[in-house]
């Protein structure tokens, strides 16, 4: 039976957007090759480096592999391809997705300077996301092991419906999400208002514009997912999250670590460091200072868990104190 004219139109969308996600991923490449070198391969290995590396190459490798599907190149009217393919580019969505979560994930925690049970709560919600994540996707797996591939004899494209429960498994890429861009701009706001000195304007505006637009991209690609696998569930955009807004997430978060190493370093005066060390440290006295109040004090926990601002001298720049 040949396609109708509707399905032939949703595949040549499908190509073009695929296309697209592919020609931004490679384009931006070539644009931060330099800084790619100069400031993540010259620099010592981190878990932050190893992660930037694994997604840049990893979607490199991936997405072309997913260009030449879109192209026609691999299928070959072969149904067993198209089964394989659909399983492992699951899972590569999922790894591209979350490599990138994470990495940005950890450069927003440096950042929070927020209390040891919230990072807590965050990190065990993430860590049981993904293998949820990961367990929704094995069972979509094997639905692919007995899906037929529509008119693959003529479109030589890997084209099927999507299973009615898969859109759930990235319901709390959302909430996780908003989490991390909440308590982001939350701590910047602080920044701005009580480190002034400290933190340089061209920073903090390069964090907030990078949060933004991090966040605008991981947003738009849970509405592509979500959206495909239900409005078009049975259509070939279902594969718009793996060709078109996965890549374009990828691009976004790659940028935000690039971004952050570009900046220029700064010399700090003895009393900003102080004023840091009590930042970095705050979070992590506050638990065991609230929880163990001091005797002799009429209100322990207000004075324990406020803010660094004011404790001692080595807050005020005037105050003469020196370390």
Known sequence: MFPSSDFLYDIWVRKALSATGHTVLIYDYLLTFTDEIRYIWNAPWTIVKVMFLINRYGNLVGQTAIRFEEAGILAHDSQLFCQRFAIVTKYFMVLSSESIHLLVLIRAWAIWGTRKSIIKIIVGSYVFYVLALLGITTL???????????????????????????????????????????????SLWRYSREF??????????????DAIIFFVFSMFNNATIVTSWTVYANTPYTFLPKGFSGPLLSVAGQRVVLNLKSLPTRTYATQDLSREIDRQLEAFELDECCSSPEDGLDDPKETCCSSPQGRDDLDDPEGGREL
């Open 140 to 186: 979509g797996s094997i639905h692919d092991t007995h899906e037929e591939y529509q008119y693959l004899d003529s479109v030589e494209i890997c084209a099927s419906a999507m299973p009615e429960y898969m859109w759930l498994s990235y319901l709390g890429s959302f909430i996780l999400d908003a989490v991390t861009f909440v308590l982001t701009v939350r």
């Open 196 to 209: 002034q000195s400290l933190y340089p304007s061209s920073l903090l505006r390069l964090l907030v514009r």
